[in-house]
C-alpha cells in the first residue's frame, strides 16, 4: 500500500497546474472515473448496475462504509438515520432569519453549518461508533433540513419525517405534504428520484468534494465540511448548473425555441454564453449518467402525461451538438445535468432547488471523501502559487502617495 505522507517527500518542485487538471491530490479506493470510455464506479460496482438493482441508502451505505450492506445492516442504518431526524426546534428560529427570497442553496450551506452549534463535539474518523452515529445523523438531519429551504421559501408549515415511509418518499412527503390532504406520490417518481440521488452521489474529486476534503484537511468538523461542500457545488459551473440549465432551456422557449441562435451564441468566442449542461472536465466522450438520466425523462415524462416543450428544445440542441465542429473537436456532450432538471421540473420540484437535490443526492459521496481522507490521515491541503507581483517596494507614508 501506499502511503500519502511518504508521497510528500517526493515533491519538491512547484507544478503549475491551474484548475488542478493534471493534479492528483489523494489516493482513494471510493469511486473509479474513467473519461475517456465513459466509466463510472462505486467501489468497484458500475454506475449502471447500482441504478438499475440499488436503493440509494443500499449505495450511500456502499460509498461511506466500503461495502453493500446485509439486509439486517441496511435495515438498521435505516432506523438509526430515522432515529436523527428531529432537528434542533432552536434551528426554526435561523430558517426564520433569512429573507422569503434567499437562495436555498445559500440558507442550506448556513443551516448545515448551523447543525455544528447542536453537535459542538468534533466526530473522531477513528472511533467507529462515533463516526456511525455522526454518519446517521447528517444523513437525516440533511434532508429535513434541505426541504425546509423550500417550505420556508412557500410559507408553508414546516413537515416533520414520516418514520413509515422511506428515505426517498420522505423527500416528497416533506417538501409538497400540506395540511389540506393525503399526499401520495406516484412510486414512478419516487424510483426516478431513487436512481437520480444515485447518479448524483459521488464523482471522486470533483470541486464541491475536493473542497469538502480540503476543509476537513484541517480538522474543521464533518458538518462543517459539508457546508462548505454546499456553497462549491451552488456555482453554475458545477452543481448549479441544473438549474442554468432549466433556465437557459427556458429563454429559448420564451425566445420563439430557436435553438440555433442559441448554438451561435455558444461557439461565438466574444459572447460569454455557454450552452450549460454541456461539456465535463474528466467525461471527453460520453457522460454514463446523462445516458442513464435521459431514459429516465423519457420514462418519468412518458408516465406522468407531461408533454414539455422544454424537452423538445433541450432534444434539438442535444442532436444539433452531435454534428457540430465545434462540440464535436471540443468533445463538448451533454453532462447529468443536462436531463436531471427536465426530470425535477416534471415532478413538481421548482427551479430554485435542483441544486438542492443534487446536494441531497451528493452528500453520502462528500461524507465518504471526508471520512477516508481523515482515516488515511491526510496532511492539510496547501497548493503553491508562482508569484507574479511586484518586487520588494519602499513603503510610502499614506500623506506622500
Ligand atoms: N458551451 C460552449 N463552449 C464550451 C462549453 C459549453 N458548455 N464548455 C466548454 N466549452 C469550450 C470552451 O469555451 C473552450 O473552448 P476553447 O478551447 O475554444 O477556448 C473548450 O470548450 C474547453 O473548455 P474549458 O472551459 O477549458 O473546459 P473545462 O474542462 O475547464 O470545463 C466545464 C468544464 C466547466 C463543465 C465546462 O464545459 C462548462 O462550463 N460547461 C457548462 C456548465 C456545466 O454544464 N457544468 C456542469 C458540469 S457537470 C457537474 O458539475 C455535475
Not at 14 to 38: A, H, Q, R, V, W
Not at 44 to 73: C, M, N, R, W
Not at 199 to 219: F, K, P, Y
Not at 339 to 355: C, E, K, N, Q, V
Request: glycine share 8%; net charge neutral; with cysteine.
Amino acid at each position: 500500500a501506499i502511503d500519502i505522507n511518504k508521497l510528500r517527500d517526493l515533491t519538491g518542485a512547484i507544478t503549475m497546474d491551474p484548475g488542478y487538471k493534471n493534479s492528483g491530490s489523494c489516493l482513494s479506493k471510493i469511486t473509479f472515473l474513467d473519461g475517456e470510455e465513459g466509466i463510472l464506479r462505486y467501489r468497484g460496482y458500475s454506475i449502471e448496475d447500482l441504478a438499475e438493482k440499488a436503493h440509494f441508502l443500499e449505495v450511500s451505505y456502499l460509498l461511506i462504509f466500503g461495502e453493500l450492506p446485509t439486509a439486517e445492516q441496511l435495515q438498521q442504518y435505516e432506523t438509526d438515520i430515522r432515529k436523527y431526524t428531529l432537528v434542533n426546534e432552536e434551528m426554526k428560529s435561523i430558517i426564520d432569519g433569512f429573507p422569503k427570497t434567499a437562495h436555498p442553496m445559500g440558507v442550506l450551506s448556513a443551516l448545515t453549518s448551523a447543525l455544528t452549534a447542536f453537535n459542538p463535539k468534533a466526530v473522531n474518523p477513528d472511533h467507529p461508533k462515533e463516526l456511525y452515529e455522526s454518519v446517521c445523523k447528517i444523513m437525516g438531519k440533511f434532508l429535513v433540513i434541505a426541504t425546509w429551504t423550500y417550505r420556508k421559501s412557500m410559507g408553508y408549515p414546516l413537515n416533520y419525517y414520516d418514520n413509515t415511509k422511506g428515505y426517498v418518499e420522505n423527500f416528497m412527503h416533506l417538501m409538497f405534504q400540506l395540511p389540506t390532504g393525503p399526499y401520495t406520490p406516484d412510486p414512478i417518481v419516487i424510483n426516478a428520484l431513487d436512481k437520480l440521488f444515485i447518479l448524483h452521489a459521488d464523482h471522486e474529486q470533483n470541486c464541491s468534494t475536493s473542497t469538502v476534503r480540503m476543509v476537513g484537511s484541517s480538522h474543521a468538523g464533518l458538518f462543517a465540511s459539508i457546508s462548505a461542500g454546499v456553497s462549491a457545488l451552488w456555482g453554475p459551473l458545477h452543481g448549479g448548473a441544473n438549474q442554468a440549465v432549466l433556465e437557459m432551456l427556458e429563454e429559448i422557449h420564451q425566445n420563439g425555441g430557436d435553438a440555433d441562435k442559441y448554438m451561435a451564441k455558444a461557439k461565438d468566442k466574444e459572447d460569454p454564453f455557454r450552452l450549460m449542461g454541456f461539456g465535463h472536465r474528466v467525461y471527453k466522450n460520453f457522460d454514463p449518467r446523462a445516458k442513464i438520466i435521459k431514459k429516465a425523462a423519457d420514462e418519468v415524462l412518458s408516465t406522468l402525461g407531461v408533454d414539455d416543450p422544454i424537452l423538445a428544445i433541450a432534444k434539438k440542441l442535444e442532436d444539433a451538438a452531435l454534428v457540430d465542429e465545434y462540440f464535436i473537436s471540443r468533445k463538448l456532450y451533454p453532462n447529468v445535468d443536462f436531463y436531471s432538471g427536465i426530470i425535477y421540473r416534471a415532478l413538481g420540484i421548482p427551479t430554485d432547488m435542483f441544486t438542492v437535490m443534487f446536494a441531497i443526492g451528493r452528500l453520502p459521496g462528500w461524507i465518504a471523501q471526508w471520512k477516508e481522507m481523515r482515516i488515511n490521515k491526510e496532511p492539510i491541503g496547501r497548493p503553491r502559487q508562482i508569484y507574479t507581483g511586484y518586487p520588494l517596494r519602499d513603503f510610502i507614508p499614506v500623506d506622500k502617495r
